[in-house]
């Protein structure tokens, strides 16, 4: 088998990659606008977090350090 390699200039492929970027960006912003009202982070939230990703990652048999 034989490959080709293609070298791109960067102000070809990075103009797309930045305009891909910006439109997976928005589209996460509007799901997050539309996924109902948010609640408040504080130490509290991130201790909840922490203990639920723990417990799945328990439940699945994976180690943490």
């Given at each position: 088998m034989q490959t080709l390699n293609i070298a791109l200039p960067d102000s070809l492929v990075y103009p797309e990659q930045?305009?891909?970027?910006n439109q997976e960006l928005e589209q996460f912003v509007r799901e997050g606008l539309e996924s109902g009202k948010g609640?408040?982070?504080s130490p509290e939230y991130w201790q909840r977090i922490r203990?639920?990703?723990q417990k799945r990652l328990d439940q699945r048999g994976v180690k943490t350090a």
């Open positions: 930045k305009e891909y970027q609640e408040p982070v203990r639920e990703v």
